[in-house]
C-alpha cells in the first residue's frame, strides 16, 4: 500500500500541473499552477510549491478552460502575417522577446499574451524577422492548444487519449496490487504456496500496468517515477533509485520523489542513513503526512548499532 500512496502523491504533483492555470503579476512574475482565489489574494499551487499573490498586484490569470482558439491577435500595432496551425510550432528564442518570455515557459497562451506585450510597448521599434517567425510559432501552437513535453508539443486531442490511456493503466495497476494477499491469513502450507503464487501473478500484472502508464505519458519526470516506482515493487532498488534521483534532481520539492528514493535505498545494503536523510527531506517538504513519519522512524530504527553516532543519524 505504500507503493500505491507514493504513486499518488507524485501523479498529484506533477501531472496536474501539465494543463495549469497561469497568473501574470503587476510588478511582471509569472507562476503557472492551480490558481484558488481567497480573499483579498489568489493561492497557486505551483510544482514548486505554494505561492500566495496579493489581488492588488494580479494582471491577468489564464485558465486552459477559458482558451479559444487564437487564428490572429485582435490588435496589433505592427504589420503581422496571420498563420494557420502548423503540426509544430517554429519556436526558438529571438533577442526581440528574450527579455519578456522566461526560461522553461510551456503554455502558448502564455508567451502570446506576454509577447504581445512587448510587441505593444515597442511599437515604434522595427521587428525582426527572427521575432516575427519566433511569435507565428507560439500563435500557432496557441491556436491548436498544444502543450510542451519534452522535445515535442503535443496538441489537445492527442493529449487527452494520452490521459485516458494512462489514468485507465494507473487504475487497472492499483486494482491488481489491492488483489494481494498476506500469506499470514493462510492455515497450511498449501494454502501459503498457492496464495504466493496468486500474488506473483498480481504484483507482474500491477508491475507491467505502471509500465504501460508510462509509456503512455509523455512528460519525462512522471515517466521516470513511474519506472522507479515498478522498479521497486520488482525488487530492483538499485535500478529504482537511480530513476527516482532523476525525478527529484529535476523537481527538487515534490516530497514523493525524495519519499521514493528513499524507499529504495532502505532495501540497499549500509544505505539506511542515506534512506533516512531522503525521508527528512520528504518530510520537510510535507510535514503533515503522518504516513512519512512513520516511514522515517522506520527507517530510523533500522540504521544499525554501530552507525548511530554518524552526523546524519544525529
Request: contains cysteine.
Amino acid at each position: 500500500m505504500n507503493k500505491i500512496m507514493l504513486l499518488g502523491v507524485a501523479i498529484l504533483a506533477v501531472a496536474s500541473f501539465v494543463l495549469s492555470d497561469t497568473v501574470f503579476t503587476k510588478d511582471g512574475k509569472t507562476y503557472e499552477g492551480k490558481a484558488t482565489k481567497a480573499p483579498g489574494k489568489v493561492i497557486v499551487e505551483t510544482k514548486d510549491g505554494r505561492v500566495e499573490v496579493k489581488e492588488d498586484n494580479i494582471l491577468l490569470i489564464s485558465r486552459p478552460e477559458d482558451l479559444v482558439p487564437l487564428t490572429a491577435p485582435a490588435s496589433t500595432p505592427v504589420s503581422l502575417p496571420v498563420v494557420s496551425p502548423t503540426p509544430a510550432p517554429s519556436i526558438g528564442v529571438s533577442r526581440f522577446f528574450s527579455s519578456v518570455l522566461p526560461k522553461g515557459i510551456e503554455q502558448p497562451e502564455s508567451a502570446v499574451f506576454l509577447m504581445m506585450r512587448k510587441i505593444q510597448a515597442a511599437a515604434n521599434e522595427p521587428m525582426p524577422a527572427d521575432a516575427v517567425v519566433e511569435f507565428d510559432g507560439w500563435r500557432a501552437a496557441a491556436h491548436d492548444r498544444r502543450r510542451k513535453f519534452g522535445n515535442d508539443w503535443i496538441p489537445a486531442d492527442t493529449f487527452v487519449r494520452m490521459k485516458k490511456t494512462h489514468s485507465a493503466a494507473i487504475a487497472d495497476a492499483a486494482a491488481s496490487f489491492k488483489q494481494i494477499k498476506k500469506t499470514a491469513s493462510a492455515t497450511n502450507p498449501a494454502q501459503v504456496k498457492a496464495l504466493e503464487d496468486e500474488n506473483k501473478k498480481f504484483k507482474a500484472q500491477g508491475v507491467a500496468k505502471l509500465r504501460h502508464a508510462a509509456d503512455a505519458w509523455p512528460d519525462k519526470t512522471l515517466r521516470e517515477f513511474l519506472i522507479g516506482d515498478a522498479e521497486t515493487i520488482n525488487g530492483n532498488y538499485t535500478l529504482a533509485e537511480r530513476y527516482f534521483f532523476q525525478c527529484r534532481t529535476g523537481c527538487p520539492l515534490v516530497a514523493a520523489f525524495w519519499q521514493g528514493q528513499a524507499m529504495a535505498a532502505l532495501e540497499l545494503t549500509e544505505r539506511q542513513l542515506d534512506a533516512v536523510a531522503y525521508f527528512i527531506e520528504a518530510v520537510k517538504l510535507c510535514p503533515a503526512s503522518a504516513e512519512l513519519f512513520k516511514q522515517l522512524n522506520d527507517a530510523m530504527s533500522k540504521v544499525p548499532g554501530t552507525r548511530l553516532s554518524n552526523p546524519a543519524y544525529l
